[in-house]
T-cell receptor, first 113, second 112 residues
Framework: DGGITQSPKYLFRKEGQNVTLSCEQN?????MYWYRQDPGQGLRLIYY???????QKGDIAEGYSVSREKKESFPLTVTSAQKNPTAFYLC????????????FGPGTRLLVL | GENVEQHPSTLSVQEGDSAVIKCTYS??????FPWYKQELGKRPQLIID?????GEKKDQRIAVTLNKTAKHFSLHITETQPEDSAVYFC???????????FGAGTRLTVKP
């Protein structure tokens, strides 16, 4: 489970503020994903990227943005348009989009002040 | 749309007993079914998986069974221990778009 890291562990957002969550992997994986986890619910896909400079919306992309300028990095920005951002955010990677196994980072818990 | 349903949402067993968690999926073309264990505040960890060409897979105290006709798969944990206490998620990969869908999770508590 090593090789994919997220920072920070906790993040506080003020109203109207954009915040960026970091996700880095040194596994040489092509595909990367962002999930949101709310209490009592499963993981919901926000965005995913199959390759550098390409990304696609998941089920709940509204209020979020991503970039994939480098293979090893897939940062997620929670914009002020996301009205209910409090959640546990998990980043994952896999060797390819068609690859079966996804490896998860340790997560970032986002709280609103 | 494609989805995965997981039951029960909570499960409490006595140490040494067995625990069974069940999931159903909607897309008959799904071909890969992983199970993840997530301890409080930590990342999900893959514990076992099964592919659509196999009916059962076992790894020590953990087993997964797949019924393709009924479109359901189950996680079986035998001789449960307190350290098995966690939230367990099932998932299914939908063949057409490689989308991975997760169940809502089952909180398993093993009482010593």
């Amino acid at each position: 489970d090593g090789g994919i890291t997220q920072s920070p562990k906790y993040l506080f957002r003020k109203e109207g503020q954009n915040v960026t969550l970091s996700c880095e992997q040194n596994l040489n994986h092509d595909a990367m994903y962002w999930y949101r986890q709310d209490p009592g619910q499963g993981l919901r896909l926000i965005y995913y990227s199959q390759i550098v400079n390409d990304f696609q919306k998941g089920d709940i992309a509204e209020g979020y943005s991503v970039s994939r300028e480098k293979k090893e990095s897939f940062p997620l920005t929670v914009t002020s348009a996301q009205k209910n951002p409090t959640a546990f955010y998990l980043c994952a990677s896999s060797t390819g989009l068609a690859s079966e196994t996804q490896y998860f980072g340790p997560g970032t818990r986002l709280l609103v002040l | 749309g494609e989805n995965v349903e997981q039951h029960p949402s909570t499960l409490s067993v006595q140490e040494g007993d067995s625990a069974v968690i069940k999931c159903t999926y909607s897309d008959s073309a799904s071909n890969y079914f992983p199970w993840y264990k997530q301890e409080l505040g930590k990342r999900p960890q893959l514990i076992i998986d099964i592919r659509s060409n196999v009916g059962e897979k076992k790894d020590q105290r953990i087993a997964v069974t797949l019924n393709k006709t009924a479109k359901h798969f189950s996680l079986h944990i035998t001789e449960t221990q307190p350290e098995d206490s966690a939230v367990y998620f099932c998932a299914a990969r939908f063949y057409n778009n490689n989308d991975m869908r997760f169940g809502a999770g089952t909180r398993l508590t093993v009482k010593p």
